[in-house]
């Protein structure tokens, strides 16, 4: 774990993809206008696309990832944006759906 943390830890945008992309796939929701979401952004890193949303967005938009680092600094993000509300949870994972496709899909409950 702490080499794939390593491999990213200079990245701004942890997964692929870019801002323009980001904003192209929510120019295909009916989203625009709308008030009080409820996002989640599961594996979010360093919140990239948390912030962008966040800008785009009414919406309360509740990021996870496993690694507490990059966490900090999408909270860091959100802060200098005035963007953030936030609370660290544990959850324990209640079942894995690991066959769809190469994404590990989790129900958790709060702990």
Known sequence: ME??????????????????????????????????????DIGCGTGASSLLLAQHLDAQITAVDLFAEFLDRNQNSMAAQNLVDSEKEEIRLYQQYGEYYSYGFYIAQKI
């Open 3 to 40: 080499l794939l943390i390593d491999f990213h830890r200079q990245a701004t945008r942890l997964g692929p993809g870019s801002e323009a992309d980001t904003l192209r796939a929510h120019g295909f929701t009916n989203l625009a206008g709308k008030s009080s979401l409820q996002v989640a």
